[in-house]
């Protein structure tokens, strides 16, 4: 009876922790303990809804031609450049980094190489990324001479009660806590029900996502909910706005050229709302308005028009995401810039 108590302690408080902790949840993903909860797409996985339960699937290798020209290629990115989405086998480039846009990092460059510098963001998050600030925009890279150096002195690190807490208190905990809890397909099976049954009888879904028109797609909420000024592609957006984002690209890609760039790319990629219900509301039209503006100084990477143009859809069913179609026309269109 001992022994019972013991493994149920243990295996609790790995749960626990799983909860509080990413590495022990990554751990518990890689032991097979817990399943991954986005295996279904990140939307099934807010919405439950099984008319958009779609398997990820991985994408074919994309064609690579060679580096004549010794790329070396840094991106400022967000989740559409995840490595779970891309890595240095999908450019041709002899080298690839990538850092998030909510992390800093210190880099050397080499300045025998043609070195381009790829800003990504999707488009709801863009007028947040590239907002008007006293201090050096967009400043998630740091250059030195020396690769062992490191931007800003060493901090002490805390104490383990002071790491306890802050696991604790950490930001996301119920929801590492649910997926630890509640991630297998015997669960999904009962939110399913809940789910379907709240849509059909009272035509409500998850607050975080939103149901097209015609019923056929699922998008992000904040791609369509207007009173959230700063990412929908329907909330207004005036052309001194546009201006400054425009400019606050533009002062960034000098400052990283003045520190060895040879290049400095925008990417903005639309969100799925605006490409797949592009008539659900008044769209402010940021991404064509900043590609399109006299002052940007900046090569783009326009996949806007060429997801417009496709006959098929470049998302996924059950996710914010590209498919493997639109992951295709990204990637070809990055790899012009590169030579």
Not at 17 to 29: K, N
Not at 68 to 94: C, K, M, N
Not at 142 to 155: A, W
Not at 205 to 222: C, D, R, T, W, Y
Request: with cysteine.
């Amino acid at each position: 009876m001992k022994l019972v108590r013991v493994i149920t302690l243990l295996v609790v408080s790995i749960l626990w922790l799983g909860g509080c902790s990413q590495p022990v949840m990554h751990w518990l993903y890689q032991t097979s303990i817990i399943v991954d909860d986005y295996r279904y797409g990140d939307l099934y996985r807010l919405s439950n809804l099984p008319q958009f339960k779609d398997p990820v699937t991985l994408c074919p290798a994309v064609t690579v031609s060679s580096d004549t020209a010794r790329t070396h290629l840094y991106v400022i990115g967000d989740s559409f450049t995840e490595p779970e989405r891309l890595s240095q086998q999908d450019f041709p480039v002899s080298y690839y980094k990538r850092v998030r846009w909510d992390k800093q990092d210190t880099i050397q460059l080499d300045p025998t190489a043609n070195n381009v510098l790829l800003v990504e963001s999707v488009e709801r998050h863009f007028r947040e990324h590239a907002a008007a600030t006293p201090i050096d925009p967009i400043d998630n890279l740091f250059i030195v001479s020396d690769s062992n150096r490191t931007n800003g002195s060493k901090q002490q690190s805390p104490s383990f009660g002071k790491q306890l807490v802050d696991l604790i208190h950490s930001e996301g905990i119920e929801e590492r806590l649910e997926t630890v809890l509640f991630s297998h397909d015997v669960f999904l099976w009962f939110k399913e029900i809940k789910a379907s049954l709240t849509m059909n009888a009272f035509n409500r879904v998850s607050p975080n996502v939103a149901v097209s028109q015609n019923k056929k797609h699922l998008f992000i909420a904040l791609d369509t909910d207007s009173t959230k000024r700063l990412n929908a592609g329907t909330s207004p957006l005036p052309d001194n706005e546009v201006a400054d984002l425009v400019n606050t690209v533009n002062k960034a890609a000098v400052r990283y050229q003045a520190l060895g760039f040879d290049k400095v790319v925008l990417s903005i990629v639309p969100n799925k709302a605006t490409i797949l219900e592009p008539d659900r509301q008044p769209y402010n039209h940021l991404i064509e308005r900043v590609q399109h503006h006299p002052k940007l100084n900046v090569p783009i990477v326009d996949v806007y028009s060429l997801y417009r143009k496709q006959n098929q859809s470049v998302y996924a069913l059950g996710d914010s995401h590209w498919n493997c179609l639109g992951r295709s026309i990204w990637i070809k269109a990055v790899s012009s810039h590169l030579n």
